[in-house]
Nanobody, 120 residues
Framework: QVQVVESGGGLVQAGGSLRLSCATS????????INWYRQAPGKQRELVAI???????VYTDSVKGRFTISRDNAKSTVYLQMNSLKPEDTAVYYC??????????????WGQGTQVIVSS
């Protein structure tokens, strides 16, 4: 059973930093793409950043230059370093592990979410 556990959320002032962690277990980490999503109150869930199994990273425009996603393969963990935080970054952040299977198929696992609140 694949498990995904986020941590590191909290309350921070605008301009501050937080580092979120996404720890995975129960599968081969090198087969997993990690996607960080966030959902603000009253809004749809949006994709924030991707760290692929092959080492590629992708960011949504609103966080480019402020957020950095990285993988620690030894710990089967992905980090989302968030700097220069803005009130509009306030949301519940979710880690999604997308596992590559045979014949191009994938399956997907979600963490429980971690709350980030940025005060102005």
């Amino acid at each position: 059973q694949v498990q995904v556990v986020e941590s590191g959320g909290g309350l921070v002032q605008a301009g501050g930093s937080l580092r979120l962690s996404c720890a995975t277990s129960g599968t081969t980490f090198s087969l997993i793409d990690i996607n960080w999503y966030r959902q603000a109150p009253g809004k749809q869930r949006e994709l924030v950043a991707i760290a692929s199994a092959t080492g590629n990273t992708v960011y949504t425009d609103s966080v480019k230059g402020r957020f950095t996603i990285s993988r620690d393969n030894a710990k089967s963990t992905v980090y989302l370093q968030m700097n220069s935080l803005k009130p509009e970054d306030t949301a519940v952040y979710y880690c999604n592990a997308e596992r590559r299977l045979l014949l191009g198929r994938t399956d997907s696992y979600w963490g429980q979410g971690t709350q980030v609140i940025v005060s102005s």
